[in-house]
């Protein structure tokens, strides 16, 4: 602008104004391509918020625990249900309810797999003895015995003392809620 001390006064006047008028246009898409990407974003963004207010997320929570009894089955159709200690995250356990689907996991001696499926028939929090009785109500997790009801297919439990995994499915969500959850 004020590079050459021997420019008129005029003439500098008059670049600085058209500097100033360069600047004050407004952004302008000049090609296709980048209006298509513009409108690409836009409807993603349209997407992601449709998901976050109308969309749903299935919830799940595996616990580690150990295989407690196990016992003919009260329920109809199911040969054995199955009492596991678990330990479950206290502000999560109101949220477990019986009928809700649940899968045992077991470990084998060779290194594979085995899932029994069924679901909750009972669960119930496990009261601590002796003096840890005020640590209770603070825990961040708490042991709870839960039953859960084989379904016909399931084989025969293993014994009890066996260490397993038990994932709970807890159900449907909103992500918005989801969010809301993690966030408190």
């Known amino acids: 602008m004020f590079n050459s001390p021997f420019d008129s006064f005029h003439n500098i006047v008059a670049e600085a104004k058209e500097e100033r008028e360069q600047l004050d246009r407004l952004l302008t898409i000049s090609t296709p391509r980048e209006r298509m990407l513009v409108v690409a974003i836009a409807l993603l963004l349209c997407v992601l918020a449709a998901w976050l207010f109308l969309g749903n997320v299935s919830r799940s ?9 196990r016992n003919p089955s009260p329920a109809q159709g199911s040969p054995y249900s199955v009492e596991t200690l678990v330990w479950i995250d206290s502000d999560i356990a109101p949220d477990i309810e019986a009928g809700m689907a649940a899968v045992i996991e077991l470990s084998t001696a060779n290194g594979g797999a085995r899932a029994l499926d069924g679901e909750i028939a009972e669960i119930h ?3 601590w003895s002796g003096g840890f009785a005020a640590l209770e109500s603070s825990a961040p997790v ?21 260490d397993c995994r038990v994932v709970i499915e807890l159900g449907w969500q909103s992500p918005l ?3 809301r959850m993690r966030q408190s």
Do not use: C, Q
Request: charged share 20%; hydrophobic share 55%; glycine share 6%.
């Open 177 to 179: 809620a989801l969010f």
């Open 142 to 162: 708490s042991m709870f015995r839960v039953v859960i009801a084989l379904d016909e297919n399931a084989g025969d439990p293993p014994p009890a003392d066996t």
């Open 61 to 69: 929570l595996a616990a580690e625990g150990v295989l407690a009894e």
């Open 125 to 127: 929090a496990v009261p």
